[in-house]
């Protein structure tokens, strides 16, 4: 284990399909982190600010274009916003989850695999999750990484920040609920105007707010999901 100033990473499994590629990162001087998705990047942002407003949206990039995306009210290029939530155990923050089902995985354009994590899928009919926590000295992490020995958690990396905290990515494994995917797909087809091209799959992230415990919860999909690229078995 060993912190850096970034993380990149991608979902896989052993048939070659796979997820977008997720990029988190610091700010520059400034304990503020930052997540996108290389199908989103310039598009969309996550920014964990160090002052605990944390946000989702648009960056202002995009906002200035003025082209019409689901979700978005124009009144502001924020999806949602929210403040820092209560730790989980003293000084271990869940600040978001990131969800890839394993039947939403597909065989998408090549990509630079260099300083890239492979994170293994999860079973057929599963979901592998990548979550994020923010660790203050002397966090009680549960383990050698957060939740490793609550959850069984696998550690994927972790950047240190100038303030002095943590933040840790970890992966581990779950089924949605029968209602989140009925929802997945319904929201499916407000996307169903994006085509597919030989360079880019059109996916999408359904994003929520837990009611549990404050994080931010996100799950990418395919726009148009291939019966060749899905799990039959």
Known sequence: MGATDAVRFFLEDSFGRRSTTWRVWRGAKTSDVYFAHREAAGELKGSLHESGSWQY???????????????????????????????????????????FPTIELQRLPELDRRKCLAVPAAPAGQTAIVAMFLARRGADLRGRWPLERDMGTHYLGEILLPSGEHLFLVHFVLRLPDEEVAYLDDMRK?????????????????????????????????VHPRKADSHTF
Request: aromatic share 6%; glycine share 6%; charged share 30%.
């Open 190 to 222: 407000s996307f169903a105007h994006l085509k597919d091209t030989e360079s880019r799959h059109a996916r999408f992230c359904r994003l929520t707010i837990s009611p549990d415990d404050g994080s931010l919860q996100l799950i990418e999909a395919a």
């Open 57 to 99: 949206g648009l960056t202002s990039e995009r906002a200035r274009a003025i082209r019409n995306i689901p979700g978005w009210d124009r009144h502001s290029r924020h999806l949602t916003r929210w403040n820092r939530p209560r730790e989980l155990v003293p000084g271990l923050t869940l600040a978001v989850k990131v969800g």
